[in-house]
């Protein structure tokens, strides 16, 4: 592979029903995704290729598929299966770092967000 080169998609936000509380899967709520790809990106820049580099929109629909699908009680879940389904759509990525924020957590306190954030290699075993 060539350098370390990233596509980041920031701040995606979805409406998901996760959480471990009953009324968090009952009534959902905001939650802010970050994911940043690691592939070798340098053939797509060299003949300018979209075949050869990933198509941010159909990330972008694969996480809110995975954020606004069935309810997961946790972040750690949410992110893993956003990174297994990156995976499993886009063979050129080989490396995936997910954050999964949520901003109304139930949290007896003030905070900007709770959140997650995982890194995975194709491949790797859990």
């Known amino acids: 592979m060539g350098g370390v080169d990233e596509i980041r998609l920031t701040e995606m936000v979805f409406y998901g029903r996760h959480g471990v509380f009953p009324e ?9 995704v970050n994911v940043t790809l690691r592939l070798n990106l340098q053939p797509a820049g060299e003949r300018d290729d979209l075949t050869l ?23 750690e879940a949410v992110a893993e299966e956003v ?22 957590a139930p949290i007896p306190g003030v905070l900007l967000h709770a ?10 075993a859990g």
Do not use: H, M, N
């Open 115 to 124: 959140s997650v954030r995982t890194e995975r290699k194709r491949g790797q």
């Open 53 to 75: 580099s990933v198509d941010y929109g159909a990330v972008y629909e694969t996480v809110r598929t995975v954020v606004e699908g069935p309810p997961r009680q946790l972040l």
């Open 83 to 104: 990174s297994q389904s990156i995976f499993a759509a886009f063979p050129t990525v080989q490396e995936v770092a997910v954050e999964v924020q949520k901003p109304s």
């Open 24 to 32: 968090e899967q009952r009534l959902g709520q905001r939650f802010v």
